[in-house]
T-cell receptor, first 111, second 114 residues
Framework: QKEVEQNSGPLSVPEGAIASLNCTYSDRVSQSFFWYRQYSGKSPELIMS????GDKEDGRFTAQLNKASQYVSLLIRDSQPSDSATYLCAAPRGGYSTLTFGKGTMLLVSP | KAGVTQTPRYLIKTRGQQVTLSCSPISGHRSVSWYQQTPGQGLQFLFEYFSETQRNKGNFPGRFSGRQFSNSRSEMNVSTLELGDSALYLC?????????????FGPGTRLTVL
């Protein structure tokens, strides 16, 4: 069973700080990774995709991928209370876009 | 471009009944995947359809089934409902279903089984 692991949290950070969310995966074949944000009672929203080793930046978000260590992370700079949500890490199952999700990390940003 | 739509948004059923949920993907997207989300199990994959064919299936009993139409719209059906089927059912669409394709979720259908 291919696994995606995340700490459930909650991860608590003060407003303006950097939040660091981590994810490990077991399938060495995985080439694509996705971060979703899910607010309570809502559906997951795609916020970042990363396909190659290194960093990918998009506004306040930076995704980092290390395939050798089978590790992917999401950094949120200048965290805002509106960033408070559950962040889900996901990787494709096999050759298709169908995803295996981690259980998610709850982020709480306090004003 | 309109997003993924799902109907109905909320549903209350009793044990033993059956239910059909509908999903319309983003225009041009041909792959539709279905997921079940519960507090205990998280997001679990049900099945994926592409060009009216089921390409991938998760570990759910045969009571869970689906289909896809020629316009890429998809339905999933759950027969003989059990209390444990209460969950948020999510549909996601992607362009062609390749493993690098991004998936976009609909708002979900909240199913409550009494």
């Amino acid at each position: 069973q291919k696994e995606v692991e995340q700490n459930s949290g909650p991860l608590s950070v003060p407003e303006g700080a950097i939040a660091s969310l981590n994810c490990t995966y077991s399938d060495r074949v995985s080439q694509s990774f996705f971060w979703y944000r899910q607010y309570s009672g809502k559906s997951p929203e795609l916020i970042m995709s990363i396909y190659s080793n290194g960093d990918k930046e998009d506004g306040r978000f930076t995704a980092q991928l290390n395939k050798a260590s089978q590790y992917v992370s999401l950094l949120i700079r200048d965290s805002q209370p509106s960033d408070s949500a559950t962040y889900l890490c996901a990787a494709p199952r096999g050759g298709y876009s169908t995803l295996t999700f981690g259980k998610g990390t709850m982020l709480l940003v306090s004003p | 471009k309109a997003g993924v739509t799902q109907t109905p948004r909320y549903l209350i059923k009793t044990r033993g009944q059956q239910v059909t949920l509908s999903c319309s993907p983003i225009s041009g997207h041909r792959s539709v995947s279905w997921y079940q989300q519960t507090p205990g199990q998280g997001l679990q994959f049900l099945f994926e359809y592409f060009s009216e064919t089921q390409r991938n299936k998760g570990n759910f009993p045969g009571r869970f089934s689906g289909r896809q139409f020629s316009n890429s719209r998809s339905e999933m059906n759950v027969s003989t409902l059990e209390l444990g089927d209460s969950a948020l059912y999510l549909c996601a669409s992607s362009l062609s279903g390749e493993n690098y394709n991004e998936q976009f979720f609909g708002p979900g259908t909240r199913l409550t089984v009494l």
